[in-house]
């Protein structure tokens, strides 16, 4: 086998390792951190809120409630001093609307720590691509010079 054949045959390798493993690697990392956004947007969505109640001193109030599948119910929460919410593994406690602020800070800062590290992981993959295919190239390269001599 020549030379020739056989840088043709390890450009062909690295698109693979580059379509088959880099890419896909890519798309599962950004997705996995676009996910931790999407919570911690409802996190901050939800901190908002609960400070508006606060800063309105809301005592009651009328709300829809999405009980699934954007199906919808009208419902009334007579005391608004309090709130349950979700704190991961289907378990719900009850907080105050202060510690429910605090409770959420920590946990989108928590997240936030979480995404950066997937960010961190995507850069790492995109310098990974950028190598291959600077390798693809310089093999390309070795081989129009090669294609260049011959004529």
């Not at 956004?37 to 709300?63: A, F, G």
């Not at 950066?116 to 129009?144: P, W």
Request: proline share 1%; charged share 30%; net charge positive.
């Amino acid at each position: 086998m020549d030379v020739y054949t056989q840088r043709r045959q390890k450009i062909v390798q690295y698109e693979q390792f580059i379509n088959e493993k880099l890419k896909p690697d890519l798309k599962k990392v950004l997705d996995s951190r676009d996910k931790i956004y999407e919570r911690i947007s409802k996190y901050l969505v939800l901190q908002n809120n609960i400070k508006l109640v606060q800063e309105n001193k809301i005592n009651h109030m009328s709300t829809l409630i999405n009980l699934a599948s954007n199906f919808y119910v009208q419902s009334k929460v007579n005391d608004t001093s309090k709130i349950i919410l979700c704190v991961g593994l289907d378990v719900y406690l009850e907080f105050t609307l202060e510690d429910a602020i605090e409770w959420i800070t920590k946990k989108t800062e928590t997240l936030t720590k979480e995404a950066e590290q997937y960010t961190q992981k995507s850069l790492d993959i995109k310098a990974d691509l950028r190598i291959v295919s600077e390798g693809i190239f310089e093999l390309m390269r070795l081989i129009q010079n090669k294609r260049n001599k011959n004529y």
